[in-house]
C-alpha cells in the first residue's frame, strides 16, 4: 500500500505541483494560499452576518475628509471601473492581441475576463449583503456589496494587461505594475470614500481578483509551454 502512494505521488502528484511550483513560484503559491485563507475568514463572518466592527470606522474615517474637489476626482477614478471604460478597454486589447497573431493571449483575456463577470454576479448573489448607508452618496449602486465587483474587475482586467505589457516589454515591468498597482488601489479607494462599499468588500474583490488572475496567469503560461 505504501509503495503504491508513493509510485502514486511520483507519477502523478509530483510532476503537476512541481509544474505548478516552477510556473507561480513559492512565493506567488504562499501569497495565494495566505489569500485563500482570509477569504475563507471574512466568507465566513458574513454568511453568519457578523458585522466588522472596523467597516464602520474606516469608513467614517475616509468620509470626515471629503470634500467637493475630492468628489470630482474620485467619481473619474470610480468610473474607471465601470462597465462604459472597461467593456471598450477590454474590446480594444482583445482586438490587439488577436491582430498581433496573440491568439492564446487574447483567449485567456477573454477567459479572465468573462470568468471575472461570472465570480462578481455569481457571488453578490449568493453572499446578498447589503451596501453601506452611513451618509447621502453622490451615486446609487443597486446590486448587492459583497464582493466589491470594481476591485474584483480592476484586479483582473487590468491586472492581467500589465502582465502581458510587462511580458512583451520587461525593461518597463516595473513602472507597468506600479501604474497597475496604484490605479487598482485608486479604484478600491473610490469606492470607500464614495461609500458605496465595506471595506471587506474591497479586500475580499482584491482577493477573489487576485487569485483569479493567478490562476489565469498560469493558465496561459502552461499553455505557452506546452506549444514551445
Not at 502523478?12 to 494560499?33: E, K, M
Request: aromatic letters at 12%; glycine letters at 8%; a positive charge.
Amino acid at each position: 500500500m505504501i509503495r503504491f502512494l508513493i509510485n502514486f505521488w511520483s507519477r502523478h502528484i509530483h510532476p503537476r505541483i512541481a509544474s505548478l511550483i516552477a510556473t507561480v513560484g513559492i512565493f506567488g503559491l504562499s501569497i495565494s494560499l495566505l489569500t485563500l485563507y482570509v477569504l475563507a475568514q471574512l466568507a465566513e463572518e458574513v454568511l453568519e452576518r457578523e458585522a466588522f466592527a472596523f467597516d464602520k470606522t474606516i469608513l467614517l474615517s475616509i468620509h470626515s475628509v471629503a470634500n467637493s474637489h475630492l468628489d470630482r476626482v474620485m467619481l473619474v477614478v470610480t468610473s474607471l471601473g465601470n462597465p462604459p471604460v472597461v467593456v471598450p478597454i477590454f474590446g480594444i486589447s482583445l482586438i490587439i492581441l488577436w491582430w498581433q497573431g496573440n491568439n492564446q493571449e487574447a483567449t485567456m483575456l477573454a477567459i479572465a475576463s468573462s470568468g471575472a463577470f461570472i465570480l462578481n454576479r455569481g457571488l453578490k448573489v449568493f453572499f446578498n449583503k447589503p451596501r453601506p448607508q452611513l451618509w447621502t452618496k453622490l451615486i446609487d449602486e443597486t446590486s448587492y456589496s459583497f464582493p466589491s465587483g470594481h476591485a474584483l474587475g480592476s484586479m483582473v482586467l487590468y491586472g492581467f494587461i500589465a502582465y502581458l505589457l510587462a511580458t512583451h516589454y520587461p525593461k518597463f515591468a516595473f513602472a507597468i505594475y506600479s501604474l497597475a498597482t496604484i490605479l487598482i488601489g485608486a479604484i478600491g479607494m473610490s469606492r470607500l470614500y464614495l461609500g458605496v462599499h465595506w471595506p471587506t468588500d474591497v479586500i475580499t474583490g482584491y482577493g477573489v481578483g487576485f487569485l483569479w488572475l493567478i490562476s489565469c496567469v498560469t493558465m496561459l503560461k502552461l499553455r505557452q509551454r506546452k506549444h514551445n
